[in-house]
């Protein structure tokens, strides 16, 4: 059992440490708000809207902020000239995570990809991830992404103000086929709803700014302490994470066990580790495919969720695209991939949705394993760093009036294509071209067969959503009224067997 001299060492050591540290650290040029003693930055750090507040610091401190909470130094960076530069052009470097001792160790999170350091592991898991990831290798899934699809416009029909709910099953449904192989979901699956439950602790193990992050002695405190609380938390999250890698992964194999093999990323792998014709440990399948199915579950619903909003918002952009639908498919058949070079204004709205409202606004924190120098800041080794991809949207050099929703701003005006929302370097989201894709079918199904309009109010008067969005690490609008309606009679022929 513990007894308060024990504590009391390692508290005076974080305590020395941490004076050591201002005391070395006060000549720093970095540019930040001014904090208070001990606890720095603690009341300047955003609990929400992140992107916005890093957004304000710009304006007063530049491309790169510094925040201090307790002993611990974030870089904020704004600017698209430092993020690529640091993120991209040194990537060597800056591409490991810092370590969370809560949501790594405590919540068992390190094995998985968000959390792996660059190294050996990573490159695996990534290896790995291309198997079903990979741009060329998309095309495989074109019938799931046909069949979900034509799920997704059957519920639209008969639920047609359960939008948000059928998007996110197309996305949870399609990673689960594709990486586990399981039959289509209801979104009330329990797969699905351990994949829900998995983001929203993801989301709070990572960014909850946990005091034993920053104090790891008191990982020491036993369970019945007084304030230990979050111990309990930790062993609740640790339990759900085991279940969300093994869970799904042990179906996978008593099926293979029945001889009900499929060709899921699961099934062929644990066959090629039978066979002996690959490396990989069942540790590093199990949980790459947690990550991919992690990866893809909320952030391509909240994108599709954002399409629905700006075709709501604006009717002229989403008769334009339906018109070049129909040019294409003669309103006898539903799009497919290959579609995809005659319908260059669909190809502008989703990449116009991704910038408008990133679904990702701000990265994972990235950790620099070496000193580093950068506009003549010292960027010590070990320091974190977070990215904001949502100022890179708005901002005037890349992108004029970058608040306004124009798909044109690609193919006529001739701005940059925003392939940066899904990050730089060796940290890119490595299902970036899956996101494409889904969210190209999702919009070409729906513009193929509905259009959405403006609810109207009691005196018939349409009402026009504000843009309003939420969620911290994974963002999207808030639920807004909406209407939507087959474009013709019999519409139901396109999808339905
Ligand atoms: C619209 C959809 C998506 C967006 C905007 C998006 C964006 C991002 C961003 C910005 C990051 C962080 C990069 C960094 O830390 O520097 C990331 C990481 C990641 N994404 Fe995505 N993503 C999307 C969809 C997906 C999908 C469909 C998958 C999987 C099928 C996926 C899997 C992952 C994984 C595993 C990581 C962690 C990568 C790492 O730590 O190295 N994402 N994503």
Redesign the pocket.
């Known amino acids: 059992m513990l007894k308060p001299l024990d504590l009391f060492v390692p508290v005076a050591v974080c305590f020395c440490a941490f004076v050591l540290w201002r005391s070395r650290s006060s000549g720093a040029r970095i540019p930040g708000p001014r904090g208070l003693p001990f606890i720095g930055n603690l009341f300047d750090w955003p609990s929400h809207y992140q992107a916005e507040h890093m957004a304000e610091w710009q304006k007063l401190y530049g491309p790169v902020t510094k925040l201090s909470v307790l002993g611990k130094t974030v870089l904020f960076l704004t600017s698209p000239r430092a993020i690529s530069e640091l ?1 991209a052009n040194r990537a060597s470097t800056f ?1 490991d ?1 810092p370590h969370f001792i809560f949501s790594e160790e405590l919540c068992g999170m390190k094995v ?5 350091q ?1 190294g050996e592991d ?1 490159k695996q ?2 290896k790995l ?1 291309k198997e ?2 990979a741009g060329d290798v998309i095309r495989r899934h074109e019938a799931l992404l046909d069949d979900e699809g034509r799920r997704m416009l059957q519920g639209i029909l008969k639920t047609p103000q359960e939008c948000d709910r059928l998007l996110r099953r197309f ?1 949870s449904s399609l ?1 689960l086929r ?1 990486v586990y192989g399981f039959e289509a979901m209801e979104i009330d699956d329990p797969h699905v709803l351990l994949a829900e439950e998995m983001m929203q602790l993801a989301e709070y193990a990572v960014i909850g700014g946990w005091l034993v992050d920053f104090f790891p002695s008191i990982q020491l405190l036993p369970h019945w302490f007084p304030g230990t609380g979050w111990r309990t938390r930790a062993d609740y999250y640790a339990r759900k994470i085991t279940e969300m890698i093994t869970t799904p992964y042990e179906e996978v194999r008593q099926l293979l066990h029945e001889g009900k093999e499929n060709d899921s990323f699961c099934s062929i792998n644990m066959h090629k580790s039978i066979e002996g014709t690959h490396t990989f440990t069942e540790g590093l399948i199990k949980a790459t495919a947690t ?6 579950s909320d ?2 619903g ?2 599709a969720w954002s399409f629905m909003l700006a075709m709501l918002l604006h009717p002229e952009v989403q008769a334009k695209a339906q018109a070049e639908i129909d040019s294409v498919t003669d309103r006898s058949r539903l799009p497919r991939m290959t579609d995809r070079a005659a319908m260059p204004y669909l190809v502008s709205i989703v990449w116009e949705t ?1 910038r408008w409202s ?3 606004p ?5 950790r620099n394993r070496n000193d580093e120098e950068f506009d003549g800041y010292a960027i010590p080794k070990d320091t974190m760093l977070v ?1 904001s ?1 949502w100022s890179i949207t708005r901002d005037p050099e890349f992108h004029t009036n970058a608040n306004d929703f124009n798909p044109d701003r690609y193919e006529v005006d001739g701005e940059r294509i925003p392939y940066y ?12 071209d ?3 894709a ?2 190209f079918h999702q919009a070409t199904f729906i513009l193929s067969c509905f259009t959405l309009k403006a609810q109207l109010d009691a005196n018939g008067k349409p009402i026009i959503p504000e843009a309003k969005f939420a969620g911290e690490m ?1 963002r999207k609008p808030e639920p807004f009224p909406y209407d939507i309606q087959p474009r013709w009679d019999n519409v139901q022929a396109l999808f339905q067997d």
């Open positions: 993120f591409s995570r998985l990809h968000p959390m792996t660059y990573f898991q990534r991830m079903v990831l996305s990673s594709m990550a991919i199915y992690g990866g893809a952030t391509t909240s994108a991704f990133p679904p990702v701000v990265t994972l924190p990235h990215a991809l929302v899904f990050g730089y370097g060796h940290r890119r989201c490595p299902g970036a899956m996101a494409f889904q969210l994974v």
